[in-house]
Each structure stands twice: as structure tokens, then as C-alpha cells.
């Protein structure tokens, strides 16, 4: 059986990665989610950045809301860049 791939996933979802590992954690445990509750707050703490960057990019008028793929390693970097130094 082939894995079918929707091309624009990683464009719509930035979380793709950890939304994957998420399922991956599942499918290897039996589904027993206590055993990947790391994997589900790596994705809701990545859900939780990427909606805040939709929404301030949306309040300054910086269209596309969600940042091109190529520009999104440059944004985390800035993040964590910024955290640091406060």
C-alpha cells in the first residue's frame, strides 16, 4: 500500500512533522495515549506559535497570513533569538 501525499499539507499545516510523529507515536503504542503525551505538547505548544504568528501577521497586513515554507526557519530563529535576549 502506497502512502498517498497531499502536496500542499506542509504548506497549509506547519506542524505537519510533529502532527506525524504524533500519529506515529500512536500507531507503535497500540494507541495508548499516555505513552506520547510528549509528542501531542510538542505539537499543541507548535499550533500555539504558528497561530499567533497567523494572527500578528494578519493584524499588520503581511500577506500570506501563514509564512511560505522557506521563510518559516528564518521566523523560529528570530523567535528564539528574541526570547533569549529578554
Known amino acids: 500500500m502506497t ?3 497531499n502536496k500542499d499539507a506542509e504548506r497549509l499545516n506547519p506542524c505537519l512533522k510533529e502532527q506525524e510523529q504524533s500519529y506515529a507515536c ?3 503504542n497500540n494507541y ?3 505513552k506520547c503525551e510528549k509528542f501531542f505538547d ?3 505548544i507548535c ?3 504558528w497561530g499567533k504568528v497567523y ?3 494578519k493584524t499588520k ?3 500570506p497570513y501563514m509564512p511560505h515554507i522557506e521563510e518559516r526557519e528564518k521566523i523560529k530563529q528570530q523567535y528564539f533569538d ?5
Open 42 to 44: 510538542n505539537y499543541n
Open 61 to 63: 497586513g503581511l500577506y
Open 26 to 28: 500512536l500507531s507503535k
Open 3 to 5: 502512502k498517498q501525499v
Open 55 to 57: 494572527t500578528d501577521r
Open 47 to 49: 499550533k500555539k506559535f
Open 82 to 86: 528574541n526570547v533569549k535576549n529578554h
Open 32 to 34: 495508548d495515549q499516555s
